[in-house]
């Protein structure tokens, strides 16, 4: 069973773009959910989503969004960039014979500059 | 309060040692309890999930769950100089099964 896929791996903007991430979680999770991960600051939550809704919202700005589809794919956009947004932002999808277990994709590295 | 605490480390042991991670939580609630790892630069993997009070054993790794004392623990018998990463601590808070998250313990197994 294929893993977790997010693209793109790597990506490079400057302040004020805005830039949009996807994940492919495991067939047959439906949920994903969406973090973001910076040097000493450990995994922070960004949002859940299940079934097209979202389930769960962590304490980002509102330029932080993200939307499932019908396939339970997901995207998660930022807008208006800043730089304290360079981070890895990973995704993770649990469900089906996992259970309440998450499991990561490799990561999008995102570099604002 | 945090939710979760675990000491950020560096905990440094010798090849073949025990290492003891552990880790602190405060929602007497929590059902569900994992440990990750993630090495520098790499996305978090599963190691174990326990769910029991009690201990856990997988290869070299064990997970023991404490509910009263509100502990969970890992430990990794006959350390690798490939164990040396960030272990994570994770449990299921609240009612909207939100995974909440410690900073991680940063282990260095020396040769």
């Known amino acids: 069973k294929a893993g977790v896929t997010q693209t793109p791996r790597y990506l490079i903007k400057t302040r004020g773009q805005q830039v949009t991430l996807s994940c492919s979680p495991i067939s047959g999770h439906r949920s994903v959910s969406w973090y973001q991960q910076t040097p000493g600051q450990g995994l922070q939550f960004l949002f859940e989503?299940?079934?097209?809704?979202?389930?769960n919202k962590g304490n980002f700005p509102g330029r932080f969004s993200g939307r499932q589809f019908s396939n339970s794919r997901s995207e998660m956009n930022v807008s208006t960039l800043e730089l304290g947004d360079s981070a890895l932002y990973l995704c993770?999808?649990?469900?089906?014979?996992?259970?309440?277990?998450?499991?990561f994709g490799p990561g999008t590295r995102l570099l604002v500059l | 309060q945090k939710e979760v605490e675990q000491n950020s480390g560096p905990l440094s042991v010798p090849e073949g040692a025990i290492a003891s991670l552990n880790c602190t939580y405060s929602d007497r609630g929590s059902q569900s309890f994992f440990w990750y790892r993630q090495y520098s630069g790499k996305s978090p993997e599963l190691i174990m999930s326990?769910?029991s009070n009690g201990d856990k054993e997988d290869g070299r790794f064990t997970a023991q769950l404490n509910k009263a004392s509100q502990y969970v623990s890992l430990l990794i018998r006959d350390s690798q100089p490939s164990d040396s990463a960030t272990y994570l601590c994770a449990h299921h808070a609240g009612n909207n099964r939100k995974l909440i998250w410690g900073l991680g313990t940063s282990l260095a197994v020396n040769p």
């Open positions: 326990i769910y």
């Open positions: 993770a999808s649990r469900g089906g014979t996992g259970g309440e277990t998450q499991y």
């Open positions: 989503y299940f079934s097209e809704t979202q389930r």
